[in-house]
């Protein structure tokens, strides 16, 4: 009878809205969706076609489309649409709706709060709880939140890199700087072709930035990847050290460091002090580029680590609000 109600009711979700990615985890099961966030339709008749996974490689007369943009922004119609046919997979009864749990950008402003509530609703959520995101990236990396001392938080996504200082289960600080691992590829592709004259996609620079992993040393590591001359397009192979990856990203990193120190100088004196102990958590898909804790290390003097799961910290911490609603409810931005 208890599950039959709790099936009648409907689920309760944590949505991880990305700009790369979605990631949908069900209380009692953890993670049940892991899809690019992703529409492809027709530009003549605009009828969507597919989403997600099964948008991923489509070809011919579909365009790809993105509706995600970040920082609480995207395309209202795609969106609500891709966010519908996500939720009604993983929650397939016809006549209950989820309650969901939400990430909200900490400097979000009142109208993008309301639009991402609104935007939930209208994708058949019963009932809908925002999160800040700095509070849900803590509680997925282990931090508790009752905690009076300090940490930041560094996520790096795809296009944008959060950085939020937490005390006392409150968003002391925060700032977002447009440089993620989008960026990062970016710079490893630049230096394929400046250096090597050669083309790789983003992919291929996509393992180049993973192959290596997060460590600074040895400088000789090497990894290989999959490339192709631009002339002629025949497929060929690079070979890069963890030196030339390093320096080949030192612009978007820096802005990621320059960031993360305006954050903390937005900050009381007393959680300076904390920081400076407790230290940095790295989190985020962009976290795994070679030599980046070293950086932050040295510009910000304090200790940085990297959460045990990066890419999925912040789903993880809606998770825990998602299976615990006074939890949510007790975090949630938007009061009636």
């Given at each position: ?24 985890y ?17 530009p ?7 989403y ?40 397939a ?167 993360a ?42 200790p ?32 009636p």
């Amino acid at each position: 009878m208890a599950l039959s109600l709790f099936r009648l009711m409907g689920q309760d979700l944590a949505v991880d809205l990305g700009t790369a990615g979605t990631r949908i985890y069900s209380r009692g099961r953890g993670i049940v969706l892991d899809e690019p966030s992703l529409v492809a339709h027709h530009p003549r008749t605009g009828k969507i076609v597919a989403y997600g996974a099964e948008a991923d490689g489509l070809d011919g007369e579909t365009r790809l489309v993105r509706p995600v943009w970040g920082q609480g922004t995207f395309d209202r119609d795609f969106t609500r649409r891709m966010l519908k046919h996500f939720l009604r997979k993983v929650h397939a009864h016809p006549y209950a709706r989820p309650r969901v749990v939400m990430a909200l950008p900490d400097d979000s402003t009142a109208v993008e709060r309301r639009d991402l509530q609104d935007l939930a609703f209208e994708s058949d959520a019963r009932q809908i709880y925002l999160v800040r995101h700095g509070l849900a990236a803590a509680l997925g990396a282990g931090l508790p939140l009752g905690e009076p001392a300090g940490v930041m938080i560094i996520d790096i996504g795809h296009a944008f890199a959060r950085i939020a200082v937490v005390a006392g289960g409150q968003v002391v600080a925060a700032r977002t700087t447009r440089s993620g691992g989008d960026h990062l590829n970016d710079s490893i592709a630049r230096l394929v072709e400046r250096d090597h004259g050669l083309i790789v996609g983003d992919g291929a620079a996509e393992a180049a930035k993973r192959g290596l992993g997060p460590a600074w040393k040895p400088l000789d590591r090497q990894v290989t990847v999959h490339a192709h001359a631009p002339e002629t397009g025949h497929e060929s192979q690079v070979t890069l050290t963890a030196q030339e990856i390093y320096e080949a990203t030192s612009q978007p990193a820096d802005l990621i460091v320059r960031a993360a120190i305006g954050t903390l100088d937005g900050c009381p004196a007393e959680v300076v002090a904390d920081v400076a102990v407790h230290g940095a958590v790295l989190l985020g898909g962009g976290s795994l580029v070679c030599g980046l804790s070293r950086r932050l290390r040295a510009r910000l003097g304090v200790p940085v680590r990297r959460a045990e799961r990066p890419r999925e910290s912040v789903t993880l911490g809606l998770g825990r609000c998602a299976d615990d609603l006074a939890l949510a409810a007790s975090l949630h931005a938007i009061h009636p």
